[in-house]
């Protein structure tokens, strides 16, 4: 079956929603946050919509991905913007079809036609190092707690487009959750009920990629 990538219209967010929701559930913690994390970014003043993309199937939202404007704060004080891309999720059936790649190649150069230089994410580094990325470390790129992380990705959307712009890498406000969030609570009361299980192979791969902090040198 053919797949349609396009613009996310105003009138599929809530399918796009549930599609995360099933997408995370479980996968990462019990339950999950990134339905309610989108809900959240397409009302914050970083949301970017124009970068906010759909993959459909006879109609039928299969994935999503949404930017946003992050800021990367360097040890001179200044504020330099990059894009950031996340959530992105495919629907369990969808996967391994390459939809979530088609996605990300379709608007990693729609983000370099708005002018950023470079794109900062947090994933997995053997996912997303086919799609050009590299450790932030190699762009003197850290957490908000002065950190190297492993799972903190960057990649140029020009060459140098991120040559200075060393420093703390800061996400819009939306993406401040936490699972106890009572905004998160009241919003997963809109959907139906799912089983929240603790322990899988999924989290404890997630649990330990979260530790892999990488040394200063």
């Known amino acids: 079956m053919d797949i349609v990538l396009r613009p996310t219209r105003r009138g599929e967010y809530r399918a796009t929603e549930e599609l995360l929701r099933e997408a995370f559930w479980n996968l990462l913690a019990p339950g999950c946050m990134e339905h309610y994390l989108l809900h959240r970014l397409r009302g914050d003043p970083a949301y970017l919509p124009g970068l906010d993309w759909v993959a459909l199937a006879a109609g039928r939202p299969v994935g999503v991905i949404a930017y946003s404007q992050a800021l990367v704060t360097g040890a001179d004080g200044v504020r330099r913007p990059v894009a950031t891309f996340g959530p992105i999720g495919v629907l369990p059936d969808w996967q391994g079809q390459r939809v979530g790649s088609a996605l990300i190649e379709a608007t ?23 799609f050009g990325f590299r450790t932030g470390k190699a762009f003197g790129i850290r957490l908000r707690d002065g950190r190297y992380h492993a799972a903190l990705l960057a990649r140029e959307l020009r060459p140098g487009g991120l040559s200075g712009v060393a420093g703390r890498y800061c996400e819009a406000e939306a993406f401040s959750l936490s699972p106890g969030d009572a905004g998160l609570l009241a919003f997963e009361r809109d959907f139906p009920p799912k089983e ?22």
């Open 108 to 130: 990693l150069p729609l983000a370099a036609e708005r002018g950023y230089g470079g794109v900062v994410i947090t994933g997995d580094p053997d996912y997303y190092r086919r």
């Open 196 to 217: 929240r299980v603790e322990g899988t192979p999924s989290q404890r791969r997630f649990a330990r990629s979260a530790a892999r902090y990488l040394p200063d040198d």
